[in-house]
């Protein structure tokens, strides 16, 4: 291992971090501005121009407010629960493809932080970690309602990561492969996987909402029954990680959608293109499209959000293990039966 | 959060330790309110829990309790309307004008036709801005935050419609015994018209996202459902009666203000659920339009406002300042040193939520002896606690914004 991969390695993981941390601060920015877009306001506008600069007031505004400890019998775990919430939201983006390789120094970079062969088995143990940021907290808040989101947390996540796991096998089946760089190499040549796989598709992004607690599936934080679930009684910076973390999450699914079944860093006429201009700019408008496409799902996020109203928890519950599971083992089954007579 | 202490012998430890020997499994007991934001006001329900299930409940009322009815028997009868206003505050024109009528009603005064029509239309006005607070809210409530805000601000346009006639906004203080304090402006017509034109499309909108959601049906179907017989016996009116199958509405049933003079339906639902609810408000709202359209077009002519009764009514300014009889009127009435016979009337409206009924003795002083509220509100909260056992907690939110409880008017 040689001085130069150890600062390549560096110098890519630092930008996937700040990535992530800037992709998560300026998602709180287009969540009101696209809240007030769809619903007829201004949206903040104070704070520099456009309130461009309302995230960065947000984070100062909550490192001053008044560090409030609820009479718990356990401080340590309140700490802990958005300090996991956080760590696990801000590691899941190492193994995500950015780019193609690009050519500098005389050295082919991957812009990917790591390529380990289990990428996707990494993504959802990270996932399943990540929900005992939101048990641990909530459980440590000594608050009934707390309690009660977290018991809804923890169950939501818990079932709709099965049929996310179920959901993805059918992709996993036609790649023969858990990387996700490898995912992305077969989309490169053999186009989209929504094509092949649009079941497989909307299973994943139903169970990606439940995930990251967004609506119709914020059961966990709904302000109308739990006042605020699981940060109802956390205050200043921790509650603000557990707001940045779903953030985060919300961006890594996104990213992780637009990776597995949108292509990646691919684009149409990606071959010809690496031809006529390139390698290094090629992944560069690599890059752009893959940004393109989660910038996408981040507002198809918020659009959902901001439409249509949340679930009840059996509803939920019912939906999740009566509807999505049987739907993902046919969608398996039939895919198993096509690959076996076409192949 | 959520804790709350119940004396010792409350009935809901018996359940806790008799359900805990059974099973094993514990019960829970949940303090909902009395400031929880999904409450819009202040209410108090200390809930029996078996995880998300309600199984007992027992609500508490009075946190805002400011004695209106004992308030009342100290002051002269015109100082009485700020108070009705903060009773359903989301509708307060109507309660005034109901209260205005009451006088009528005591004092026997013939209301001209054009200030009947104009109070129609500030009262369905109102009528509209309930409806549409009450069913945004239950959107909210479900999760849908967009439906509210965007339909809110036509709330505000008639509110600004409000400021034309009477100056006010929230609480509005409208109207004078026989009829109106001044005329309408020609700016507050031109405001109808607008919010006439521009709000049935917005509602057309929100109509449109809510009433075929997948989620929203699921959400309120079958929830918090009331039997016709049960809604009667508990004393239910207005939508939510209606909601149940019963077409009891005060407008057709004892027509006030010339309500008879115009032609509308009574939505009316099956089952008494928490949709039924809905879709029956959302109704009412468009019978409201075309009540107002109504009204503006069979408006006389002219520019009568009020009735001509010296007595109860201020002279205008000029005469007070020169004329010796009109000063002398005008003392007697602010000091509310008005001829009022002995008599006990009861007059009924139809307010936002139910029917709204105003219950008057008096003993011919300035003051009445004793006045009654009929809150419908308070009848409401009632049959809360049946209506929400057995069902899950996000239900009981859903049921208790789908009844449109306003604290102000349930407490009085």
């Known amino acids: 291992?040689?001085?130069?991969?150890?600062?390549?390695?560096?110098?890519?993981?630092?930008?996937?971090?700040?990535?992530?941390?800037?992709?998560?601060?300026?998602?709180?920015?287009?969540?009101?501005?696209?809240?007030?877009?769809?619903?007829?306001?201004?949206?903040?506008?104070?704070?520099?121009?456009?309130?461009?600069?309302?995230?960065?007031?947000?984070?100062?505004?909550?490192?001053?407010?008044?560090?409030?400890?609820?009479?718990?019998?356990?401080?340590?775990?309140?700490?802990?629960?958005?300090?996991?919430?956080?760590?696990?939201?801000?590691?899941?983006?190492?193994?995500?493809?950015?780019?193609?390789?690009?050519?500098?120094?005389g050295r082919d970079v991957v812009l990917q932080a790591t390529d380990i062969d289990v990428s996707i088995l990494y993504v959802f143990g990270v996932l399943s970690i990540g929900v005992y940021g939101i048990m641990i907290g909530a459980w440590a808040s000594n608050n009934k309602y707390s309690l009660m989101s977290a018991v809804r947390a923890s169950s939501q996540m818990i079932s709709y990561e099965v049929a996310m796991g179920l959901a993805i096998i059918s992709i996993l089946m036609m790649s023969g492969s858990l990387s996700l760089k490898d995912i992305t190499e077969m989309q490169t040549t053999g186009g989209w996987n929504v094509l092949y796989q649009p079941l497989a598709f909307i299973i994943f992004l139903i169970?990606?909402?439940?995930?990251?607690?967004?609506?119709?599936?914020?059961?966990?934080?709904?302000?109308?029954?739990?006042?605020?679930?699981?940060?109802?009684?956390?205050?200043?910076?921790?509650?603000?990680?557990?707001?940045f973390a779903e953030y985060a999450n919300m961006f890594i699914s996104a990213t992780i959608?637009?990776?597995?079944?949108?292509?990646?860093?691919?684009?149409?006429?990606?071959?010809?293109?690496?031809?006529?201009?390139?390698?290094?700019?090629?992944?560069?408008?690599?890059?752009?499209?893959?940004?393109?496409?989660?910038?996408?799902?981040?507002?198809?996020?918020?659009?959902?959000?901001?439409?249509?109203?949340?679930?009840?928890?059996?509803?939920?519950?019912?939906?999740?293990w009566k509807i999505l599971i049987p739907l993902a083992v046919i969608n398996i089954i039939v895919t198993g039966i096509v690959m076996v007579l076409f192949n | 959060?959520?804790?709350?202490?119940?004396?010792?012998?409350?009935?809901?430890?018996?359940?806790?330790?008799?359900?805990?020997?059974?099973?094993?499994?514990?019960?829970?007991?949940?303090?909902?309110?009395?400031?929880?934001?999904?409450?819009?006001?202040?209410?108090q329900n200390i809930l029996l829990m078996d995880g998300e299930r309600i199984l007992d409940a027992e609500p508490t009322i009075g946190y805002i309790h400011r004695a209106f009815e004992k308030i009342a028997e100290n002051r002269p009868f015109y100082q009485i309307t700020p108070l009705t206003d903060r009773m359903n505050y989301c509708s307060s024109p109507i309660n005034n004008m109901a209260w205005w009528m009451t006088l009528e009603k005591l004092l026997d005064i013939e209301v001209p036709k054009r200030a009947q029509y104009l109070r129609v239309i500030v009262m369905e006005l109102a009528r509209i801005t309930d409806h549409l607070i009450c069913n945004s809210i239950l959107g909210v409530d479900t999760g849908a935050y967009t439906g509210f805000l965007y339909v809110f601000q036509f709330r505000e346009k008639v509110y600004e419609i409000y400021e034309e006639i009477c100056g006010a906004r929230l609480t509005t203080n409208m109207g004078r015994i026989g009829g109106f304090e001044r005329d309408w402006t020609p700016k507050a017509f031109e405001l109808l018209d607008v919010f006439l034109k521009d709000f049935p499309v917005a509602w057309k909108e929100f109509e449109d996202l809510f009433t075929r959601n997948r989620i929203f049906i699921d959400r309120t179907v079958n929830v918090g459902p009331i039997t016709a017989e049960q809604a009667m016996s508990?004393?239910?009116?207005?939508?939510?009666?209606?909601?149940?199958?019963?077409?009891?509405?005060?407008?057709?049933?004892?027509?006030?203000?010339?309500?008879?003079?115009?032609?509308?339906?009574?939505?009316?639902?099956?089952?008494?659920?928490?949709?039924?609810?809905?879709?029956?408000?959302?109704?009412?709202?468009?019978?409201?339009?075309?009540?107002?359209?109504?009204?503006?077009?069979?408006?006389?002519?002219?520019?009568?406002?009020?009735?001509?009764?010296?007595?109860?009514?201020?002279?205008?300014?000029?005469?007070?300042?020169?004329?010796?009889?009109?000063?002398?009127?005008?003392?007697?009435?602010?000091?509310?040193?008005?001829?009022?016979?002995?008599?006990?009337?009861?007059?009924?409206?139809?307010?936002?939520?139910?029917?709204?009924?105003?219950?008057?003795?008096?003993?011919?002083?300035?003051?009445?002896?004793?006045?009654?509220?009929?809150?419908?509100?308070?009848?409401?909260?009632?049959?809360?606690?049946?209506?929400?056992?057995?069902?899950?907690?996000?239900?009981?939110?859903?049921?208790?914004?789908?009844?449109?409880?306003?604290?102000?008017?349930?407490?009085?």
């Open chain 1, 207 to 243: 169970c990606s909402f439940a995930e990251t607690n967004r609506t119709p599936f914020d059961l966990a934080e709904c302000e109308s029954e739990l006042i605020g679930g699981y940060h109802t009684e956390y205050s200043s910076m921790k509650m603000g990680f557990y707001l």
């Open chain 2, 1 to 43: 959060m959520g804790n709350v202490v119940l004396p010792a012998d409350h009935r809901y430890y018996k359940y806790i330790e008799e359900r805990h020997n059974e099973d094993g499994s514990e019960l829970a007991i949940l303090n909902l309110g009395p400031t929880h934001p999904a409450t819009h006001g202040i209410f």
């Open chain 2, 234 to 412: 508990y004393g239910f009116t207005g939508p939510n009666l209606r909601a149940a199958g019963v077409d009891y509405d005060v407008r057709v049933a004892q027509p006030y203000s010339s309500y008879e003079d115009f032609e509308f339906n009574i939505p009316v639902g099956k089952s008494g659920d928490t949709y039924d609810r809905f879709c029956v408000r959302n109704a009412e709202v468009w019978e409201s339009l075309s009540i107002i359209r109504q009204a503006l077009d069979k408006m006389p002519e002219g520019n009568v406002y009020h009735a001509d009764v010296p007595d109860y009514y201020l002279p205008p300014k000029e005469d007070v300042y020169h004329n010796m009889e009109a000063l002398i009127y005008h003392f007697k009435i602010v000091m509310g040193e008005v001829p009022v016979p002995v008599a006990e009337v009861y007059h009924p409206v139809e307010g936002g939520n139910g029917e709204l009924g105003f219950y008057l003795i008096t003993d011919g002083s300035r003051t009445p002896y004793r006045l009654h509220f009929r809150r419908p509100s308070f009848i409401y909260y009632q049959a809360y606690p049946e209506m929400i056992k057995g069902s899950m907690l996000s239900d009981a939110i859903v049921i208790l914004s789908s009844l449109n409880v306003i604290a102000g008017e349930l407490d009085a």
């Open chain 1, 1 to 105: 291992m040689d001085s130069a991969f150890i600062i390549e390695k560096s110098v890519v993981i630092v930008a996937v971090f700040a990535l992530t941390m800037f992709m998560a601060m300026y998602s709180t920015w287009a969540e009101r501005k696209v809240a007030a877009f769809l619903q007829d306001r201004v949206g903040p506008n104070r704070a520099g121009w456009g309130g461009l600069l309302q995230p960065l007031a947000d984070g100062a505004k909550l490192f001053t407010k008044e560090e409030f400890f609820p009479n718990t019998p356990n401080r340590f775990l309140f700490i802990l629960g958005p300090a996991i919430a956080m760590s696990t939201a801000l590691i899941t983006s190492a193994v995500i493809p950015w780019g193609d390789k690009i050519h500098v120094f």
């Open chain 1, 257 to 320: 959608i637009s990776v597995i079944f949108f292509g990646g860093y691919h684009f149409p006429f990606m071959a010809e293109c690496k031809e006529a201009i390139g390698m290094n700019l090629t992944a560069l408008i690599g890059f752009l499209a893959l940004f393109a496409k989660i910038c996408f799902f981040i507002f198809f996020y918020m659009w959902v959000r901001w439409t249509i109203p949340r679930f009840r928890y059996d509803q939920l519950m019912h939906l999740g």
